[in-house]
DNA sequence: TCAAAATCGAGACTGAGTCGCAAGACGAGT
DNA sequence: ACTCGTCTTGCGACTCAGTCTCGATTTTGA
């Protein structure tokens, strides 16, 4: 009974003790403070002194919080790349790999339109901020590995390949269409639906290699 | 003691020469020296200091040969870049973007195939350096760029997409399947060509999505 | 209530990258 | 050949990100 009653006290009731929910406070803090100077300042010309004076914290211990200044602003990317995991691995077993990767991005979609302009904020200073730049797409990287193992599991191995360079390939393809959707969105404003240019861009790889091969016959 | 000899080495070698060609023989020296450290110790454990000394200059003398110490190990992408985007330009006009895209990468496969083995070593030091990872991602971003007005040029613009996300991400979608390629062909020692690892991987996006349903179909 | 564990602040330290200044090389005019 | 304005180079000093240690304080679990 011991046995259950503590393993229902620790997944039940509250295991997030004070120390994780002031964590979780500071955070959260942390992060709108930091935007806050961000889009006034400019990322570059913020330091990390600053905010940690803003939110009443030293510089060291900031950084116990956030290994690194770029992850107050990308932090939650982690986070959105496994959801969107989630979502890719929750797509029927009959539905091609890209058309599964498309429709996984719903849900990233579907963040976005919660404020539109929040998010076209937020990712103008990504786009214009080139250490930021880097980082971002770096972050792509995990996610490419993240969806490139259950596009590998639906696509099957082939022995003959050992390392078959098609399962990351056709994450990484799908990405960058993500990417160039994300950039021509930002681009008109957000007078275009993300949604609408995300099927644009990734509806390329797949229809126009053969559809020009037909075109010339 | 090396110093001075070094020092006058360069001022005694070419005491008319032109500093154009003083220039680009300390930069040849210092990624030379820098190559060589780097593989000793590791790109991380290897200061900017160290590599100076290595070749008699100040700290601040090498940042203004170059900028960053990520450019030591980069700089020469941004003249690849350019020769694949000469290469894509030179393909015939009837050729596919695609498919033009990946004649234009032979030119990679070449240069790479000159020395396998030192390309093998260098590719494994980009891909075990987080660092460096983050450049290496910022120049496909470069070269995205370059890819990509082509690819616009030859796709013909749509006035109903002002901007059109397309372009760039077939150019980005290419670029991911180099990249998938290339981690495949170190993954394998280069025993499968990177030529035929390219081709798997470019052969993904297009032929997947109805390929694959034909198969399970 | 008490002891172990975690967190925090402070300060020193490393290393990348920038800036201003002085010394030297170049090219042209005399 | 001389010199003057300009451009380049080298260097010391500086800023800032990120790490580490140490001692003090607080949370937690019993």
Redesign the interface.
């Known amino acids: 009974m011991s046995d259950s009653s503590k393993a229902a006290a620790r997944t039940e009731a509250k295991p997030l003790g004070l120390r994780e929910r002031m964590r979780a406070t500071i955070r959260a803090e942390v992060i709108e403070a930091a935007h806050r100077l961000f889009t006034v300042q400019g990322y570059d010309r913020t330091t990390v002194e600053q905010i940690a004076a803003e939110v009443g914290l030293s510089r060291a211990s900031l950084f116990r919080h956030f290994g690194t200044k770029e992850d107050i602003v990308l932090g939650h990317l982690n986070d959105s790349g496994l959801r969107v995991a989630e979502a890719l691995a929750a797509r029927p077993e009959?539905e091609?790999?890209?058309?599964a990767l498309r429709r996984a991005f719903d849900v990233l979609v579907r963040m976005n339109e919660e404020d539109v302009q929040q998010t076209l904020r937020y990712l103008r200073m990504l786009a214009d901020t080139?250490a930021l730049?880097?980082?971002h797409?770096?972050k792509q990287?995990a996610w490419?590995d993240l969806l490139g193992q259950e596009i590998a599991r639906r696509?099957g191995t082939d022995p003959d390949?050992?390392?078959?360079?098609?399962p990351?390939?056709?994450a990484?393809?799908a990405?960058?269409?993500l990417?160039?959707?994300s950039?021509?969105w930002i681009?008109?404003d957000g007078a275009?639906p993300l949604s609408a240019?995300?099927d644009?861009?990734?509806?390329?790889?797949?229809s126009?290699?053969?559809g020009?091969?037909d075109h010339?016959g």
Do not use: K, N, Q, Y
Not at 96 to 99: F, G, L, V
Not at 161 to 166: A, F, L, N, T
């Open positions: 009959h091609s790999p890209w058309m080139p730049h880097a980082r797409v770096e990287l490419r696509m390949w050992p390392s078959d360079p098609r990351p390939a056709l990484a393809a990405l960058a269409c990417d160039a959707a950039s021509a681009a008109c275009i240019m995300l644009r861009a990734m509806d390329t790889p797949r126009e290699a053969h020009i091969r010339l």
